[in-house]
C-alpha cells in the first residue's frame, strides 16, 4: 500500500509558477514511477507528467517547455512539478498517481487567474 499526498497548491497569475510536491509513504519501492494528472472544472481527468524507470519523462503536450517533472535526490520518496507560464486554462485539481500500484493522492487545487 502506498500513500501518496500532494502539496503546493494555491492561487497565482497568469504567468506565474508553482512548484507542486508528491510525498509517497507506506511500501515505497527504491525506484519510483509516478504521474501527474489534472482535472479542470467540469472536465475529465487527464494526464500531465510521468516520471518513471531510469528518470525517464513524459508530458503531455499542453505542459510541454512550460512544466518539468523531477525526484528529489535526497530523499527518493518526493516527486516534484514544477509549473512556468502558468494559464488560466491550467486551473485544475492536480493528482499524482503511483504508476504500479494504482494509488492517488488528495489532490492539490491550483487555480491560474488575475
Known amino acids: 500500500q502506498v500513500q501518496l499526498v500532494e502539496s503546493g497548491g494555491g492561487l497565482v497569475q497568469p504567468g506565474g509558477s508553482l512548484r507542486l510536491s508528491c510525498a509517497a509513504s507506506?511500501?515505497?519501492?527504491?525506484?519510483?514511477?509516478l504521474g501527474w494528472y489534472r482535472q479542470p472544472p467540469g472536465k475529465q481527468r487527464e494526464f500531465v507528467a510521468s516520471l518513471t524507470i531510469g528518470d525517464t519523462t513524459n508530458y503531455a503536450d499542453s505542459v510541454k517547455g512550460r512544466f518539468t517533472i523531477s525526484r528529489d535526490n535526497a530523499a527518493k520518496n518526493t516527486v516534484y512539478l514544477q509549473m512556468n507560464s502558468l494559464k488560466p486554462e491550467d486551473t485544475a485539481v492536480y493528482y499524482c498517481?503511483?504508476?504500479?500500484?494504482?494509488?492517488w493522492g488528495q489532490g492539490t487545487q491550483v487555480t491560474v487567474s488575475s
Open positions: 507506506g511500501s515505497v519501492d527504491s525506484i519510483m514511477s
Open positions: 498517481k503511483h504508476l504500479v500500484t494504482k494509488s
